[in-house]
């Protein structure tokens, strides 16, 4: 077996609000057959692009494991400066392209394949990547494993000492739990995530993550088996003091994300106000069926 070399490059973009720092991955092998995971943002390029050269590397592929722009609006440069196609799930697709629409990048000239699919593998030489289906940050978000060396690229859906994002309209929670204990039963001795540090024996965080979310969906369900309430008042009662006020439309999204799970499993029921007509949430008394 050659060696393979990863490459950890957290770059820093000024063009994203909330996550300033994200990792794109250079795996090369002795030859200087490489491929990247996930691209950074437009004006991450350079680095990505300088680094690449400057390790003698010939990119075979980029490979997305979500299309959100921190990690994917890099893509189309780096994919025309190395000459190599793009590669997404297939429920990436379509939000893919219309982003790179929205930012005038016309996807007609870019060769972007909807292959990333669990069946497949990413072969380099001698080495293999496993494609891991792990939707709940996105719908068609990915995981790639190397089950040689039991080390994940996770994406956005383990991200050590932050918070992944789990909120309409890209975000699923009951997915993003099940994603999580997927990634558990590989047992990986090591995680590199789409943002912050590489993780060894990382599934402790993981079930710590998992853990955390059961805890506030425990919380929300006991604010509102007292009285149904409002998102509004959920979200303030939930992070009052703990957050920014202009970061509240965030959490906002995340207690979203939370009740359609509690909804989806019909323990909770959405309802109007007959007087002011505003929604409120409900606990129900037991789970209807
Ligand atoms: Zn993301």
């Given at each position: 077996?050659?060696?393979?070399?990863?490459?950890?490059?957290?770059?820093?973009?000024?063009?994203?609000?909330?996550?300033?720092?994200?990792?794109?991955?250079?795996?090369?092998?002795?030859?200087?057959?490489?491929?990247?995971?996930?691209?950074?943002?437009?004006?991450?390029?350079?680095?990505?692009?300088?680094?690449?050269?400057?390790?003698?590397?010939?990119?075979?592929?980029?490979?997305?494991?979500?299309?959100?722009?921190?990690?994917?609006?890099?893509?189309?440069?780096?994919?025309?400066?190395?000459?190599?196609?793009?590669?997404?799930?297939?429920?990436?697709?379509?939000?893919?392209?219309?982003?790179?629409?929205?930012?005038?990048?016309?996807?007609?000239?870019?060769?972007?394949?909807?292959?990333?699919?669990?069946?497949?593998?990413?072969?380099?030489?001698?080495?293999?990547?496993?494609?891991?289906?792990?939707?709940?940050?996105?719908?068609?978000?990915?995981?790639?494993?190397?089950?040689?060396?039991?080390?994940?690229?996770?994406?956005?859906?383990?991200i050590p000492g932050g918070t992944v994002w789990i909120g309409p309209p890209?975000?699923?929670?009951?997915?993003?739990?099940?994603?999580?204990?997927?990634?558990?039963?590989?047992?990986?001795?090591?995680?590199?995530?789409?943002?912050?540090?590489?993780?060894?024996?990382?599934?402790?965080?993981?079930?710590?993550?998992?853990?955390?979310?059961?805890?506030?969906?425990?919380?929300?369900?006991?604010?509102?088996?007292?009285?149904?309430?409002?998102?509004?008042?959920?979200?303030?009662?939930?992070?009052?003091?703990?957050?920014?006020?202009?970061?509240?439309?965030?959490?906002?999204?995340?207690?979203?994300?939370?009740?359609?799970?509690?909804?989806?499993?019909?323990?909770?029921?959405?309802?109007?106000?007959?007087?002011?007509?505003?929604?409120?949430?409900?606990?129900?008394?037991?789970?209807?069926?």
């Amino acid at each position: 077996m050659t060696s393979l070399t990863v490459d950890q490059m957290a770059v820093n973009t000024q063009k994203h609000s909330l996550e300033q720092e994200v990792n794109a991955y250079l795996l090369t092998t002795a030859s200087g057959n490489a491929l990247l995971i996930d691209a950074g943002y437009e004006d991450t390029t350079t680095f990505i692009y300088e680094f690449t050269k400057h390790r003698e590397a010939t990119i075979q592929g980029i490979y997305l494991t979500h299309y959100h722009p921190d990690h994917s609006l890099g893509a189309p440069e780096l994919a025309q400066k190395f000459n190599c196609p793009i590669h997404c799930h297939p429920l990436e697709y379509p939000r893919l392209t219309s982003l790179y629409e929205q930012h005038g990048i016309p996807v007609q000239n870019l060769d972007i394949r909807a292959d990333l699919i669990p069946t497949s593998k990413i072969i380099l030489e001698d080495h293999t990547l496993d494609i891991v289906f792990t939707p709940g940050h996105t719908h068609g978000h990915i995981a790639l494993y190397d089950s040689l060396t039991q080390v994940l690229f996770t994406g956005d859906t383990v991200i050590p000492g932050g918070t992944v994002w789990i909120g309409p309209p890209d975000g699923h929670l009951a997915d993003y739990l099940q994603s999580l204990d997927a990634l558990c039963a590989f047992s990986p001795k090591l995680v590199y995530p789409g943002h912050g540090a590489v993780t060894h024996d990382p599934v402790p965080l993981m079930l710590r993550m998992k853990e955390r979310r059961l805890l506030r969906e425990q919380q929300i369900l006991h604010f509102i088996k007292q009285t149904p309430q409002s998102i509004e008042q959920i979200t303030k009662e939930l992070y009052r003091g703990s957050i920014r006020e202009d970061m509240l439309w965030v959490a906002k999204k995340t207690v979203q994300g939370h009740l359609q799970k509690l909804i989806d499993e019909r323990q909770v029921t959405l309802s109007y106000d007959s007087l002011t007509f505003n929604a409120l949430y409900r606990a129900n008394e037991r789970p209807e069926v």
